[in-house]
């Protein structure tokens, strides 16, 4: 067990909709991820935190999606206007300082 | 010329037998580089890393081994159990961002 916790771990969505996802990490990690996982894919980077500072973000981050972590600890990632493609799991992993990630389990986001 | 691993979206081996899972990188100015073991409904954990001033790294169970020449990356696991049975990914690690390789879903036969 990581100490990463995600909620909520699976979310069903219509089309159009907002969602928010949150994580926790454990107090020892500055750092903090979003990735997005498909199915038979490897986990896909999103974005990153240093602490509250949003530091670098990919290109498969749309005007959709945002992520805050507002006091450091806990962030949130928000999808506005989902769409189906936007279906997948969305990991958050924490770091410490080196690049080793502790993962959280996920949410599984299905957009109907 | 040199032998260079295959990746395998599949891996299926006896308990008990030794299992050699490959992957290949793309970015020569990675710098570290990490083993993951995903089981279902799990997000991926951490098994091994190796640095690129290494071409070997030892585990318990695990060896990870590093060939930069032709951006090789492979993990070993050895005396494989019905629990090492999950999905594994290598990853390349460049300034904060790791980048995923394409798994392989080890299958340990009883």
């Known amino acids: 067990d990581t100490g990463v916790s995600q909620d909520p771990r699976h979310k069903i969505t219509k089309r159009g909709q907002n969602v928010t996802f949150r994580c926790d990490p454990i107090?020892?990690?500055?750092?903090l991820y979003w990735y997005r996982q498909t199915l038979g894919q490897g986990p896909e980077f999103l974005t990153y935190?240093?602490?509250?500072?949003?530091?670098?973000k990919s290109r498969l981050l749309s005007d959709r999606f945002s992520a805050e972590r507002p006091k450091g600890s806990f962030s949130t990632l928000e999808i506005q206007r989902t769409e189906q493609g936007d279906s997948a799991m969305y990991l958050c992993?924490?770091?410490?300082?080196?690049?080793?990630?502790?993962f959280g389990s996920g949410t599984q986001l299905s957009v109907l | 010329g040199e032998s260079v691993g295959l990746h395998l979206p599949t891996l299926s081996v006896q308990e008990g037998d030794n299992s050699i899972i490959n992957c290949a990188y793309s970015?020569?100015?990675?710098?570290?580089f990490i083993w993951y073991k995903q089981e279902s409904g799990k997000g991926p954990q951490f098994i091994i890393d190796?640095?690129?001033?290494?071409d070997k790294r030892q585990g318990q169970r695990v060896t990870v081994l590093l060939n930069k020449t032709v951006k090789h990356l492979s993990l070993q696991i050895a005396a494989t159990q019905p629990g090492d049975s999950a999905v594994y990914f290598c990853?390349?690690?460049?300034?904060?961002?790791?980048?995923f390789g394409d798994g392989t879903t080890l299958t340990v036969k009883p």
């Open positions: 992993a924490g770091g410490d300082g080196n690049e080793k990630l502790f």
């Open positions: 107090s020892e990690h500055n750092r």
């Open positions: 935190f240093q602490n509250e500072a949003q530091l670098e």
């Open positions: 970015n020569s100015a990675s710098d570290y």
């Open positions: 190796i640095r690129s001033n290494m």
């Open positions: 990853a390349e690690t460049r300034s904060q961002e790791s980048t």
